[in-house]
């Protein structure tokens, strides 16, 4: 039985509305079970902004983290609260990644990605990412220190991920995905404005073309292997919270959260919260799993369930 | 039905909520809600008071915090918003009186000095502000660092002012004045704009209420091109303060540039409304005037901006770019007192040589006035940078890379619209005529020179790590590129275009070198290059001084340089796609103007219409320096002017007399 597990934020929200949370889903039954809700999670209120919600999502052994806007959170695999972390330079994460022994995430507010020890339990790795016309430059800085970067978010970093050939990040104003090999960060491919959860995917690369609804597949071929999955189409008349202020923040459609199945299937999240699976080798979509109606309210994080 | 059960905190705390989310409305709505309850509790009055406010809704505020007042009279922060409230609508006497029963109540109210201050500068109390300003710096130790950091900034000590601030910012990242100075500084030194840009959409986030971090963000955004952003911020700093005669001036600009000149004089209408002594307003507000064909208005605010600022060269040399103008004498006299003066600036300097050329050569007096062109082009050679080894070197790539034999290989991969029509050539040699023609016709926009294919074509390669650029890079594109670099030029020149009309028109003569590429991208683009005798061509460039850019046209053996390399490329582009590019020559539509229309419109598979003919009729703005002249019926007045000068043209003669040589015998003979 395949599982999923995915986080919403819902855009906008004041307490006492619903803030999304955390959700299992069972593609076998289609089934969808809420195991974190963000408003009973016991979770300070004081000192947060407006972009509240759970975020990225990753493993290590049995533990679950889940990255809100500026704290990480440690869960069992029952979803009980073990620890949580901040750290001055974590501001506005949006997604995480585990290697080796670390945990990357992205400070979006900082333009930077920051590492945690997995077996300290510590933020111990920082780099700033320092972009003047067509170059990027990594700054490491400890983020233990007095001596970051400055909060400018502009690059918009939004995505981290990580595999031997060194560490992936994108962001909505980088111009596509970057490569950081451990000394140098270079363009990998460039990628249209808005794009989400850029990672590399076979020999090309894989991501939520956010601005157009539709989550890409780009090859290094002549684009017979190319996809371009749309998301599913909603009947906005079924839809909540649609008035003109609420169309400010979110809208239906946009593409968010991703992760792979396997080399030709993947799974990519949608607003209002909606997972779907696509067969990238048979140009189809297999299923779609409705998650809420209610329009602010978006996929983050999208993960295999793997306990 | 209302709740009974409704919990203070809770009220207030997501009242507080709304407020933060700039819903002041519903902050208002459960505030009210609550009061229904319980019409005694002051918090909600106060905080009904700041959700009208928010709302503009002055007066009904000041009720509710009069009505709060009548109930906890000792309530510190209901004074300081009362005195807010009064302030607002310009009643400082009584606005001092509540800041100073506020501030005697608790005297570490943080911005209740601060406001204080600001009250009794209005009222003309200078030494009570001062004190009260310094109160309020005392208590706050960022805030008096920041100030300290402007004051080195204004001073010129710009390092020091930037690492202070950067520390102000360490200890407190949300401080939305840190954040504001410290993009001005960088600003300031031209350096991280995108860092300035950053850091004032983080304050404008922070403060949707700033209007001073909009209003540079405004100007920022404009210099960096963004002008859709750049009119987005200054509606915001206008919602802000309707009164604000500089935004306005800016919401002109960026509409102007934008291309939305009847939107932009809009604006500019506005600003000189509020105050109308602004010479770099009214100078905006006459150029796009101009480009809505309105000369009289263009020169009755050209002339307001000279009565502000008697030595704005720029607004003179705009006058005299309007072409079919000519100087009353005064303003003649004027001019040449004014290049006499010794605190002139250079630019201004270089600007009236300029306008002295165009009158002196209005009043047939070419000596003199080739004596105030030329030497307005050897000082503003001085400011500007080219270099035509570099350019000369990369025509020789260009034609490397996009041999016959590469533009076979790579054919027919491109996007294959047939909607963009290029017309490409040098600047001042019948472009804009070439293109008010097309625009006449049914199926055309003309929209203006696009910033797009340059852009799009250095893009090739800028990542690879290996060093290799455009052109070469475009050597490994794949077939999948040249289709995506096609739908991107259609893309982002689809941001410049307002009609759906099939076809459009872009005339950035400075395309010349890539017709290759678009050749490639575009396989069914038109493209026309618009020729003139290189003389008339040259002198044409000569005369002219461009805003930006065309660097290459204020020195004689630039021009020459120039004009032979664009000779070359065409040759090339001519023997490599025989038959793709259409030669027009300036001095045949002038003399045969209904066959040459026939041609360019049969070249870009248009029918005959007679509009394209009577083009003077059409209703269009046109923005480059030909948009009067195009306004006119076809005249010849134009053709052969070079020969006014001959007897200052000699280095042309030698190194353009074989391009002469090649041209139709009526470009020869042309004003003979």
């Known amino acids: ?307 | 039905m209302s709740d009974t059960s409704i919990d203070k905190g809770s009220s207030l705390s997501q009242a507080i909520g709304f407020m933060r989310a700039n819903r002041p409305l519903r902050a208002e709505e459960l505030c009210r809600d609550y009061l229904g309850q319980k019409p005694g509790c002051t918090e909600h009055l106060r905080l009904l008071g700041h959700a009208l406010m928010k709302q503009s809704r002055l007066q009904e505020a000041e009720q509710q915090l009069r009505l709060a007042l009548s109930l906890e009279p000792e309530f510190p922060q209901v004074h300081e918003d009362l005195g807010s409230v009064l302030a607002m609508q310009s009643r400082f006497e009584e606005a001092i009186v509540e800041l100073e029963r506020a501030i005697q109540l608790q005297p570490a109210l943080p911005l209740a000095h601060k406001k204080l201050g600001q009250a009794l500068q209005a009222v003309g109390r200078g030494n009570d502000a001062d004190e009260a300003f310094r109160v309020y710096l005392d208590n706050d130790p960022d805030r008096q660092a920041i100030a300290e950091h402007v004051k080195q900034l204004r001073e010129g000590s710009r390092e020091e002012a930037i690492k202070g601030l950067r520390v102000v910012l360490k200890r407190n990242p949300d401080s939305v004045n840190a954040m504001r100075f410290l993009a001005l500084a960088y600003w300031q030194g031209k350096e991280n704009l995108g860092d300035a840009e950053a850091l004032l959409r983080r304050a404008t986030q922070q403060a949707p209420d700033y209007a001073g971090a909009w209003l540079i963000l405004g100007a920022l955004l404009l210099e960096r091109h963004k002008h859709m952003e750049a009119i987005s911020a200054y509606q915001e700093v206008v919602r802000l303060e309707p009164e604000n005669a500089e935004a306005w001036g800016g919401l002109g600009n960026a509409y102007s540039v934008a291309m939305y000149p009847d939107k932009g004089a809009e604006a500019f209408a506005k600003s000189v409304a509020i105050k109308g002594d602004a010479p770099g307003v009214q100078m905006g507000y006459a150029h796009v005037l101009k480009t809505l064909g309105d000369q009289a208005g263009a020169l009755a605010a050209y002339r307001a901006a000279i009565k502000a600022k008697p030595g704005f060269g720029e607004v003179y040399w705009s006058m005299a770019n309007l072409k079919i103008f000519n100087f009353e004498e005064l303003e003649v006299s004027a001019m040449l007192q004014q290049i006499e003066r010794e605190d002139l600036s250079e630019s201004a300097d270089i600007h009236f040589r300029f306008a002295l050329g165009k009158a002196f050569e209005d009043k047939k007096d070419y000596d003199r006035a080739w004596h105030y062109y030329h030497t307005g082009n050897e000082r503003q050679r001085m400011t500007v940078s080219h270099d035509p080894v570099e350019m000369e070197n990369r025509h020789k790539r260009l034609r490397s890379v996009f041999t016959r034999e590469f533009l076979t290989e790579k054919a027919n991969r491109g996007h294959d619209v047939p909607d963009p029509i290029f017309i490409v050539g040098l600047p001042r040699s019948g472009s804009t005529l070439v293109e008010q023609i097309l625009a006449s016709h049914s199926q055309v926009e003309g929209t203006s020179e696009l910033p797009v294919l340059g852009k799009l074509a250095e893009s090739i390669g800028r990542y690879r790590t290996d060093g290799v650029q455009y052109p070469e890079a475009a050597r490994d594109l794949r077939k999948k590129d040249w289709r995506a670099y096609g739908q991107q030029y259609m893309e982002e020149s689809q941001r410049h275009r307002v009609t759906d009309k099939p076809f459009f028109t872009d005339k950035l003569p400075n395309n010349f070198p890539q017709v290759g590429l678009l050749h490639l991208i575009l396989p069914n683009a038109k493209i026309i290059n618009a020729r003139r005798h290189p003389f008339d061509s040259c002198l044409g460039g000569y005369k002219q001084l461009f805003g930006s850019g065309q660097n290459f046209t204020y020195d004689m053996l630039d021009l020459a340089h120039y004009y032979r390399r664009y000779d070359a490329m065409m040759k090339h582009w001519r023997e490599v796609l025989p038959g793709k590019v259409l030669d027009v020559h300036y001095e045949e539509t002038v003399t045969d103007l209904e066959n040459q229309v026939r041609r360019i419109l049969a070249h870009c598979g248009l029918g005959f219409e007679e509009s394209c003919v009577r083009f003077h009729e059409t209703e269009r703005a046109v923005k480059t320096a030909s948009s009067e002249q195009v306004r006119q019926p076809i005249y010849t007045g134009a053709l052969g002017t070079w020969r006014r000068y001959a007897r200052h043209l000699d280095l042309w003669q030698e190194e353009l007399g074989y391009i002469i040589d090649e041209l139709p015998e009526v470009s020869r003979s042309a004003g003979l």
């Open chain 1, 1 to 307: 039985m395949v599982k999923l597990v995915t986080s919403s934020v819902v855009r906008g929200a004041q307490q006492g509305e619903s803030h999304g949370g955390v959700y299992l889903i069972d593609l076998d039954s289609q089934s969808v079970k809420q195991v974190i809700d963000w408003n009973t999670a016991g979770i300070d209120w004081q000192g947060r902004g407006w972009d509240r919600g759970l975020r990225g999502i990753a493993f290590d052994d049995e533990r679950v983290y889940i990255a809100a806007s500026d704290e990480l959170y440690a869960y069992t695999p029952n979803f009980q609260l073990i620890d949580s972390w901040r750290n001055p330079y974590l501001k506005h994460c949006h997604e995480i990644a585990v290697w080796e022994r670390s945990l990357f995430l992205t400070s979006t507010g900082f333009d930077s990605i920051l590492g945690f020890d997995l077996d300290k339990h510590s933020f111990n790795w920082g780099m700033n990412i320092q972009s003047r016309l067509h170059q990027f430059k990594p700054v490491g800085f400890d983020p233990t220190a007095d001596e970051g970067p400055l909060m400018l978010n502009k690059l918009h970093i939004n995505n981290v991920h990580c595999n031997s050939h060194g560490m992936y990040i994108c962001g909505l104003n980088t111009g596509g995905m970057l490569h950081f090999n451990g000394n140098a960060i270079n363009m990998a491919v460039t990628l249209p404005q808005g794009t989400h959860n850029a990672q590399p995917f076979r020999d090309g690369v894989l991501f939520n073309d956010s601005e157009d609804n539709v989550l890409r597949y780009t090859g290094r071929g002549e684009g017979e292997e190319d996809r371009a999955m749309a998301v599913p189409e909603i009947d906005t008349d079924k839809l909540s919270n649609r008035t003109a202020e609420d169309n400010k923040l979110a809208r239906p459609g946009f593409a968010r959260g991703l992760c792979v199945m396997s080399d030709r299937v993947v799974a990519g999240g949608a607003s209002p919260s909606t997972v779907t699976l696509y067969d990238l080798a048979g140009n189809k979509t297999l299923l779609s799993v409705k998650l809420s109606s209610d329009l602010r309210n978006a996929i983050h994080g999208l993960e295999i369930w793997p306990y």
